[in-house]
């Protein structure tokens, strides 16, 4: 497995690029590249050439997420302005807005049926979960203290949810927190199963293995590792470490032979979950790396954004 450099477009935005997703391809188009970026707008991108589709503007603060209903015919945006913008993603059109409270927006996901979009709910402690048919907040799932603290303990202080994650089964839901603290959920009984633990600074990104692997949940934290947890047996099977610096994001290819991080160190890194090892190391970026992104389905494509405002994409092999 390898990663070859493709295409990259320098100031892909005027602020730094934040975020990114891959949209589904549709029966009428194939998939598009999402960004979203400090500069307040979310851009589409042809797949292949990333020739600029169309920008969509709408926030009055940073987009800090955007994410794709699986069908590829909607998708969202999250903002620092506290809103999640749903749209249509040939059209523009404004499907709903979303409100919350501030710092109550963060990382989101739309569920593998696409009946749900959760939202990392940052100062709440807590995921939303939004239904896509009502666009109704029907279910908030809380992450509890920590047993044996005391309310006015400083230390059991509510959890900053910055990330979150969907099972492949979309029957869990993983969130990562800023104390280092992953949380698993039973989403149809809204309930808090454990903790996962083993880092101990911010996890900003999480992704489950595609089936038949869908056991295994990848963390990237601030702390430098990449964790690989067996999720349903609440076990750390294996901790991966490279990057010179914070773990930004972390996803997995969809054969799930690889994963890709980025990293404050400006990297982008390709890892071997059998030789719990990185194999290969991009050094397109000037600036740290936000979001790294495979492409559903096939053809083996991975995406980069930074905050050098720019956009790496590469085949994977």
Not at 162 to 189: E, K, N, Q, Y
Not at 207 to 226: C, I, M
Not at 307 to 315: M, P, R, T
């Amino acid at each position: 497995m390898k990663l070859g450099g493709l295409k990259s477009v320098e100031n892909a935005h005027d602020e730094s690029v934040w975020t990114a997703t891959w949209v589904p391809a549709t029966d009428t188009r194939p998939a598009v590249l999402l960004t979203g970026s400090l500069d307040e707008t979310v851009k589409l991108w042809r797949s292949d050439e990333l020739e600029l589709v169309r920008t969509n503007t709408g926030h009055c603060l940073g987009v800090v997420s955007v994410a794709s209903h699986p069908s590829g015919v909607i998708a969202a945006s999250a903002s620092l302005d506290s809103l999640v913008r749903v749209f249509d993603v040939d059209t523009n059109t404004t499907i709903a807005t979303l409100e919350a409270p501030p710092s109550e927006v963060w990382q989101m996901q739309f569920d593998p049926k696409g009946t749900t979009l959760a939202v990392a709910g940052g100062g709440s402690a807590s995921i939303k979960l939004w239904d896509t048919a009502t666009w109704r907040l029907v279910a908030t799932l809380s992450i509890p203290r920590p047993e044996g603290h005391k309310p006015s303990d400083k230390s059991s202080s509510k959890k900053f949810v910055l990330s979150v994650a969907w099972s492949p089964d979309g029957r869990r839901l993983a969130c990562g927190s800023m104390d280092g603290t992953i949380s698993l959920f039973d989403v149809a009984r809204a309930k808090f199963l454990y903790h996962l633990e083993g880092h101990y600074m911010p996890v900003r990104s999480l992704v489950f293995s595609p089936e038949p692997d869908s056991r295994k949940l990848y963390t990237a934290s601030d702390d430098g590792h990449v964790h690989i947890y067996d999720a349903e047996g609440k076990a750390i099977i294996g901790a991966m470490s490279g990057h010179a610096s914070w773990v930004l994001s972390v996803d997995v290819s969809p054969d799930g032979e690889a994963i890709a991080t980025g990293s404050s160190d400006k990297t982008v890194r390709l890892w071997d979950f059998k030789m719990r090892a990185a194999i290969q190391t991009m050094s397109n970026h000037t600036d740290q790396v936000w979001a790294v992104a495979f492409r559903p389905g096939g053809g083996g494509r991975l995406a980069s954004v930074s905050d050098d405002k720019s956009i790496s994409l590469y085949h994977y092999s």
